[in-house]
């Protein structure tokens, strides 16, 4: 049974381009379902988190993150009495603007787009899903319902201010309410990413040799969690002592945000999902001492793998290669496949334009497809 205060698919906004509704799917699983199905949520399998897709098997991609994403967003939903499909909608398409190369590349991206507005891959998504996706045969994109394009746009806050181009441009012909917080399903969704690479960074950070383990156990909520296995389970194989101490702090966190935010929501009174986006405050979160406990972990995790030195030196090389191929498609569109070819011939003379379909082309390349582009038209990383 669902709150007051969840979304409901049957009150749904609409879709942009009106379609007659499956008589046996839910508006919210249609969404969840057109994102599985679409090509940029296929192409995640190929981009990266941290590492570069192909050097290891066992690393986390955008795809596998993305799907965990969903599973804990799944649980936090039921357990508030949220609508699932929504808020796994949402938390499957999150990622979907990711550029090649992870956040590498997105600030490679946004350097050279500055320009021309910028990138932002939370604003790529709203474009991908609005306009990028072409299989349909009565419009572009998705073709998703007000309440998840809403999510994938604001998840994480409010948006105001300078609104990121694809944003921007997007929304002079459908208002998303920028300036609220979304419904719960959507803060849910981005909790719900918090938790899963907090948790799984500690993982594949221990499997590259990048995080020390002992230094890791000193860490907040990660020192309990061990030192429950290790009373518990003395003398564990290594593997399956990290396995037990770290799925522990996965459900210590996931365990929180339920109790805290079903605190916040009785507290709110909200009558239905137009209540919470008129909060002016997020009913979604972490306490107060978990919160602070993750800034220790985020702390340690920014220093001993994401700048950790072999990471930096593979973020300087695909750096290199958005830097490369870039301005080589710009000066010569003409090394673009064919269908965007045709995007190019109606930009004649705008390179604004121009510049925005290269960066659509490039942000949707995998990581090897972007390294292969690389060696065949520049030559080699």
């Not at 959507?186 to 938790?195: G, N, T």
């Not at 995790?301 to 870039?326: C, G, S, W």
Request: overall charge negative.
């Amino acid at each position: 049974m669902y709150a007051l205060y969840a979304s409901d698919p049957a009150r749904a906004r609409g879709r942009r381009f009106a379609e007659v509704e499956s008589a046996f799917r839910s508006a919210f699983q249609r969404d969840r379902d057109r994102i599985i199905h679409s090509s940029a949520f296929r192409r995640l399998k190929h981009k990266t988190q941290v590492f570069v897709e192909h050097e290891g098997d066992y690393y986390r991609t955008r795809l596998t993150h993305s799907i965990e994403v969903g599973q804990v967003a799944r649980t936090i939903a039921g357990s508030l009495g949220l609508h699932g499909e929504l808020t796994e909608a949402v938390a499957l398409a999150h990622d979907l603007g990711h550029p090649p190369f992870g956040h590498t590349g997105e600030d490679a991206l946004h350097d050279l787009m500055a320009p021309y507005g910028g990138f932002d891959h939370n604003a790529q998504a709203i474009k991908i899903v609005t306009q990028l996706e072409r299989h349909y045969a009565d419009f572009d994109g998705l073709n998703l319902t007000w309440e998840c394009l809403e999510g994938i746009a604001k998840h994480n806050g409010p948006v105001r201010g300078d609104l990121p181009f694809a944003l921007a441009e997007y929304t002079k012909t459908h208002d998303l309410e920028l300036a609220t917080h979304a419904s719960a399903e959507a803060q849910v969704a981005a909790l719900s990413d918090d938790i899963a690479y907090n948790n799984h960074d500690l993982h594949d950070g221990l499997r590259a040799g990048l995080i020390d383990e002992e230094a890791m156990r000193a860490l907040p909520i990660v020192c309990d969690a061990f030192k429950e296995v290790d009373e518990r389970y003395p003398n564990l194989e290594r593997s399956r002592r990290r396995h037990e101490g770290l799925r522990r702090v996965f459900g210590l966190m996931v365990g929180d945000v339920i109790d805290t935010s079903r605190q916040l929501l009785q507290e709110a009174g909200a009558e239905d999902v137009a209540a919470i986006r008129a909060l002016g405050r997020p009913v979604i979160r972490f306490s107060d001492a978990l919160w602070s406990d993750l800034q220790q972990i985020r702390a340690f995790l920014f220093t001993n793998m994401y700048r950790a030195p072999q990471v930096m030196d593979k973020r300087a090389e695909v750096t290199a290669i958005v830097h490369d191929l870039f301005p080589l498609y710009l000066d010569q569109p003409q090394l673009l496949p064919g269908e965007w070819r045709r995007d190019v011939a109606g930009a004649t003379g705008d390179k604004t334009a121009l510049a925005r379909i290269v960066c659509d082309y490039v942000s949707g390349m995998t990581d090897r497809f972007a390294i292969q582009e690389h060696a065949r038209l520049v030559g080699g990383a």
